[in-house]
């Protein structure tokens, strides 16, 4: 089975600055993949960046990247020079690369840019 | 535009009642999911399925049962709905069986209270 922890129900940043968002992750698959979505409050659930679990980058999108630490189980997502518009609902997610391909959630962080 | 359509935004149903969430993709994808989603725990799975006709449960499968009869089809049915069940409801599909990466396409959601 696998866990995603979240330990930031809730995160303020000021405009342009940057910002982590802590994931942490439990899994016996010896190959996974990791996911961050943003949910704004319009609700639709949007993909920001996945990390494989042999990638030997991390892996970037444009102002977001994922800062993988395997030995540690983490996977945060910075974002970089943070935006109004990125005010939203972040979820870390996870799946095994063999037989479930469901993903696993965390609970979230909600995320408030201010200017 | 690929899209997965959720056929409600909003429902309002009786305790006791039979109650439907139809999702429906346009992307031949094999893979289909049921979410729910509460303040603080995130996005957790209900049921899956990888193939018409059939289906595994998820995490939180109690209370609900599932229909696939045609691929780009997937129904979430809960048989007598309770207050409990009063969530936001997503619904997600995602081609692939193999390899490393695959994308996920969420609908917009089936916001469903239970009085």
């Not at chain 1, 922890?5 to 942490?24: I, S």
């Not at chain 1, 005010?87 to 962080?109: E, K, N, Q, V, W």
């Not at chain 2, 359509?5 to 109650?19: A, C, I, P």
């Not at chain 2, 499968?61 to 009869?69: A, L, Q």
């Amino acid at each position: 089975a696998q866990k995603i922890t979240q330990t930031q129900p809730g995160m303020f940043v000021q405009e342009k600055e940057a910002v982590t968002l802590d994931c942490t992750y439990d899994t016996s698959d010896p190959s996974y993949g990791l996911f961050w979505y943003k949910q704004p409050s319009s609700g639709e659930m949007i993909f920001l960046i996945y990390q494989g679990s042999y990638d030997q980058q991390n892996a970037t999108e444009g102002r977001y990247s994922l800062n993988f630490q395997k030995a540690r189980k983490s996977a945060n997502l910075v974002i970089s020079a943070s935006q109004l518009g990125d005010s939203a609902m972040y979820f870390c997610a996870m799946r095994p690369d063999t037989g479930r391909r469901a993903l696993t959630f965390g609970s979230g962080t909600r995320l408030q840019v201010q200017p | 535009d690929v899209k997965v359509t959720q056929s409600s935004r909003y429902l309002v149903k009786r305790t006791g009642e039979k109650v439907f969430l139809e999702c429906v993709q346009d992307m031949d994808h094999e893979n289909m999911f049921w979410y729910r989603q509460d303040p603080g725990l995130g996005l957790r799975l209900i049921y899956f399925s990888y193939d018409v006709k059939m289906k595994e449960k998820g995490d939180i499968p109690e209370g609900y049962s599932v229909s696939r009869e045609k691929k780009e089809r997937f129904s979430l049915i809960l048989e007598s709905a309770s207050t409990n069940q009063t969530s936001m409801y997503l619904c997600a599909s995602s081609l692939g069986t193999t390899g490393t990466y695959y994308g996920y396409t969420f609908g917009s959601g089936t916001r469903l209270t239970v009085v």
